[in-house]
């Protein structure tokens, strides 16, 4: 249904004012998605293959850690290799996203669903994808720049090209992985002076509205990232929570100006899905 609200929201995504960001849960709107979309399936899934102590076997940060520390960076590296390697066929929302005026799309979990979508939809190219690295495997770069062919870019570069930030990295072009402690550690240590945030990021954010998609903020770590990757934009946000927020989302929410759409993700993304193509044909 095309209410008022999905008007406003293709509208504004039409003028290239909204950035969408998404979360984990879009996988939900995905035919049989074969990857993880929650953290602790994917804590689950990696620690079905390598022992680890039980009270960390469901908490992905730890137990990437401890794989990292008593195996090898590289065997946190196979697993989430192995755990996003099955193709996801995108859904209609990520279709209509990437076919959007988004300029920036920013996509913090790790499969290659929104790169699949952009690629399916600008099969010319003409987009660019800039991805968080570990710091234990590229000490002092930050991001890591591919250009729509998977091609590493030495440097990103200029020019209105729209951008997908994958910030804490994704399975393709090259595995590039935020997952263990020590990885957040390193980045949550410079991410208040933006350090880790590249440049083209904070200069399209810039005054622009975010919409979260499939994200919760119950975890200190998505709080983290999302409010520092949305500083200095504006000051109206909208997240869709159909399940009643934690306080400490309440408090999150509040603070960053973001409303809550009590909707489920289908209904949303059916609606905004239909605001988009209206918007397009009008």
């Not at 293709?10 to 950035?19: S, T, W």
């Not at 995905?30 to 602790?40: I, R």
């Not at 990292?68 to 590289?74: A, L, P, T, Y």
């Not at 975890?219 to 927020?245: C, G, N, Y």
């Amino acid at each position: 249904m095309n209410t008022p609200l999905m008007a406003t929201l293709a509208e504004q995504l039409d003028k290239g004012l909204i950035v969408p960001y998404l979360g984990p849960g879009m996988l939900a709107l995905c035919p049989e998605a074969p990857v993880p979309a929650t953290p602790l399936a994917l804590a689950e899934l990696m620690t079905s293959q390598v022992s680890v102590p039980h009270k960390i076997r469901k908490r992905l940060t730890q137990a990437a850690q401890f794989i990292e520390n008593f195996k090898h960076r590289k065997s946190v590296v196979h697993l989430m290799n192995q755990a996003f390697a099955a193709p996801t066929t995108p859904s209609a929302l990520h279709l209509a996203l990437a076919r959007s005026n988004a300029g920036l799309l920013v996509d913090a979990w790790y499969d290659d669903t929104l790169a699949t979508a952009l690629a399916q939809v600008r099969p010319e190219g003409g987009w660019l994808q800039l991805q968080g690295l570990s710091q234990s495997e590229h000490f002092g770069h930050w991001t890591g720049a591919y250009a729509a062919n998977g091609e590493f870019l030495p440097q990103a570069p200029g020019g209105a090209q729209p951008i997908l930030y994958k910030p804490i990295g994704a399975h393709a072009p090259a595995g590039n992985y935020l997952v263990s402690d020590s990885d957040y550690v390193e980045v949550l240590t410079e991410i208040d002076i933006q350090t880790p945030i590249p440049a083209a990021v904070q200069a399209w954010r810039s005054g622009r509205h975010f919409l979260f998609l499939g994200c919760r903020f119950d975890d200190q770590l998505t709080r983290s990232f999302a409010r520092q990757i949305m500083k200095r934009s504006s000051a109206q946000h909208w997240a869709v929570l159909p399940d009643e927020p934690t306080r400490m989302e309440t408090r999150f929410l509040q603070e960053q100006g973001i409303t809550r759409i009590a909707q489920p993700l289908a209904s949303f993304a059916t609606g905004l899905v239909e605001a988009l193509q209206d918007t397009a044909t009008a």
